[in-house]
């Protein structure tokens, strides 16, 4: 006969292997609700402030009406992502997506879990308790604002996600482009937040996350050039992913970086095949070209 702490111990790494293995999805559907746009943002504000997070900004995506991003975060999770050092900030800013083509707001929302995974890599596992109860009240928050709150856009394991790149010879999350290098942080914020505010290369400034004590900022920038920006290559590559939005800037330091958008843009649409991604083969370099403005 096995002994109780062999069964415990078979128990608890049957667990593990099962979490290991679990699919994550990069969203999540709430679903519609009957509320308009306006009311729906209200709501959704109102459910996420009970639980403690912070909306810290929002817009309309591509310019469009009827579609909106609202950014939140919480104290708990700043304290836990400004940790990891490899631009953990980055997975500071959590994101809503409301999408209103009709009488009704579609409500959905990037999945904490599946973020974390792929910003914070191997780092999750020191704060996975923390980072698990962040995922859970944002589930808790927005869940009873619908019926459906199943997963959509793809789906990857931790493993994967750690790890992820989208072809051989892609860029992964630890292949940062570089903006611009400064004398010091506070050059960095100044000259940045300047051109945010002048709207730079069509720009929006959505929101910012400072650590001025590890001298870290996150800048959420919303790209709104007809051409080149969200109008152009988010109608191509699936809007109801619109949560994936807005692109970020972080500043570590004296250095200014971005992530690629050969990652980031796949990273957020895993389902993208490569067929749809040569459509917008020169967005990433568009977004790079704008950003480097902002530093300079």
């Not at 702490?5 to 994550?24: R, V």
């Not at 999540?28 to 209200?42: C, H, I, P």
């Not at 579609?67 to 999770?77: F, H, N």
Request: hydrophobic share 40%; glycine share 8%; with cysteine.
């Amino acid at each position: 006969m096995k002994s109780m702490p062999y069964i415990l111990f078979s128990m608890f790494f049957a667990l593990f292997l099962n979490l290991e293995a679990q699919t994550l999805s990069p969203y999540v559907m709430v679903g519609e609700s009957e509320m308009d746009l306006g009311a729906a943002e209200q709501k959704v504000t109102s459910v996420l402030q009970e639980k403690g997070f912070d909306v810290i900004g929002s817009y309309h995506v591509e310019g469009n009406q009827t579609l909106k991003v609202i950014v939140y975060t919480r104290q708990d999770l700043k304290d836990i992502t400004i940790q990891v050092k490899d631009r953990g900030a980055l997975a500071a800013a959590l994101k809503v997506g409301l999408k209103s083509d009709g009488p009704g707001t579609h409500i959905s929302y990037l999945n904490p879990e599946y973020l974390f995974q792929a910003y914070l890599m191997d780092e999750y596992d020191k704060h996975a308790s923390g980072l698990a109860k962040v995922a859970a009240d944002v589930k808790s928050a927005l869940s009873p604002l619908g019926s459906e709150n199943t997963g959509f856009g793809g789906g990857m394991t931790a493993e994967e996600l750690r790890e992820y790149h989208y072809k051989v010879f892609m860029p992964y999350f630890t292949d940062p482009v570089d903006l611009e290098e400064f004398s010091s942080f506070e050059e960095a914020v100044t000259v940045i937040e300047k051109n945010l505010k002048a709207k730079k290369g069509e720009t929006i400034w959505v929101y910012s996350l400072k650590f001025p004590n590890e001298e870290v900022a996150v800048y959420g920038v919303g790209l709104m050039n007809e051409e080149e920006g969200e109008k152009h290559f988010l109608p191509i590559i699936g809007e109801d992913h619109l949560a994936a939005m807005p692109y970020e800037i972080i500043i570590q330091g004296k250095e200014a970086t971005m992530l690629h958008g050969r990652y980031r843009i796949a990273l957020h649409w895993p389902d993208l095949t490569m067929g749809t991604f040569t459509k917008i083969m020169s967005t990433p370099g568009d977004i790079k070209k704008v950003m480097k403005d902002l530093c300079n």
